[in-house]
């Protein structure tokens, strides 16, 4: 079973920053791409930022510009940088790791961590 370990979430002011890790188990040849997901109070998830094995990113529109999604060279942990925080981005942040084998798509979550951001 794939684990995936997050960290990084915490209390902070509005302009402030946090940056989230997030380590996971599984098999890097086989890893298809990492993301991060947020859950507001009483909302759905959502897609924050994803990042492939290639490099290539893709930011929700509300996050484009304070946000970077990274990597580490081995490909273990994934990385969310959050600056400028604002108090709409208070969520539980989730971290996923996609893999890719003969064809199917499996999904790994972590645990979740909350970032509360006041105003």
């Known amino acids: 079973q794939v684990q995936l370990v997050e960290s990084g979430g915490g209390l902070v002011r509005a302009g402030g920053s946090l940056r989230l890790s997030c380590a996971h188990s599984?098999?890097?040849?086989?890893?298809?791409?990492m993301g991060w997901y947020r859950q507001p109070p009483g909302n759905q998830r959502e897609l924050v930022a994803t990042?492939?094995?290639?490099?290539?990113?893709n930011y929700a529109d509300s996050v484009k510009g304070r946000f970077t999604i990274s990597t580490d060279n081995a490909k273990s942990t994934v990385y969310l940088q959050m600056n400028s925080l604002k108090p709409e981005d208070t969520a539980v942040y989730y971290c996923?790791?996609?893999?890719?084998?003969?064809?199917?798509?499996?999904?790994?979550w972590g645990q979740g961590t909350q970032v509360t951001v006041s105003s």
């Open positions: 996923k790791a996609d893999f890719l084998v003969s064809a199917n798509h499996y999904a790994y």
């Open positions: 599984g098999s890097i040849s086989r890893l298809n791409a």
């Open positions: 990042i492939t094995t290639g490099g290539t990113t």
